[in-house]
Structures are given as C-alpha cells and as structure tokens.
C-alpha cells in the first residue's frame, strides 16, 4: 500500500500564490505517476496536473501557464505550485499516486481563494 499525506493549501487573495505538497510512504516505490486532483463543492473532482518518473506532465487547460508541479523522488515527494490564483481555483486538492497495485488518494487539502 501507498500512504499520501498533503501539506499546504490554505487562504489567499487572487491573484496570489500557494503551494500545496504530497509525501508518498509505504509502497512508494510502485508507483508509476502522481498528481493532483480538485473537487470544488457539488462539482465533479477532476485531474489537475500529472507527472510521471520520467518527467511528463499534464495540466488541465483551466490550470496550464500558472500551475506547476515537480517532484523530489528522493523525499516521495509531489508539489503543486500555484501562481495567478483565481476564485474559481477553490476547492478541495486530492494527490493521487498511481501504482502497479493500484490507486491511491490522499484525504485532501482545503485552498480557498477569495476574491
């Protein structure tokens, strides 16, 4: 099994930036991408940003140009950054970590942007 535990996130003013990160524990070493997801309330939760061992990435189109993430393998370790926040970007941040045994989630960051 993999453990994600989410750090960060918080409140800003739009236009701000905040960092949310994500540490991998237990089966870390199965694990094949990790990435981020968001769940605004009664909205669907959907992909962010994904990156794999090799360093690819995805961004959804509502985040490209101001959302980057990276990740330390060193520490199991995934980060999002996020500039230019907009009161749209509210919600709840989920780091997920795909493994050769499955899906994992993590319990979720609050980042509340006001506007």
């Known amino acids: 099994q993999v453990q994600l535990v989410e750090s960060g996130g918080g409140l800003v003013q739009a236009g701000g930036s905040l960092s949310v990160s994500c540490a991998a524990s237990?089966?870390?070493?199965?694990?094949?991408?990790m990435g981020w997801y968001r769940q605004a309330p009664g909205k669907h939760r959907d992909m962010v940003a994904r990156?794999?061992?090799?360093?690819?990435?995805n961004y959804a189109d509502s985040v490209k140009g101001r959302f980057t993430i990276s990740v330390d393998y060193a520490k199991n370790t995934v980060y999002l950054q996020m500039n230019s926040l907009k009161p749209e970007d509210t919600a709840v941040y989920f780091c997920?970590?795909?493994?050769?045994?499955?899906?994992?989630w993590g319990r979720g960051t609050q980042v509340t942007v006001s506007s």
């Open positions: 997920v970590a795909e493994t050769t045994i499955g899906g994992y």
């Open positions: 237990g089966s870390a070493f199965s694990i094949t991408a």
């Open positions: 990156i794999t061992p090799a360093g690819s990435t």
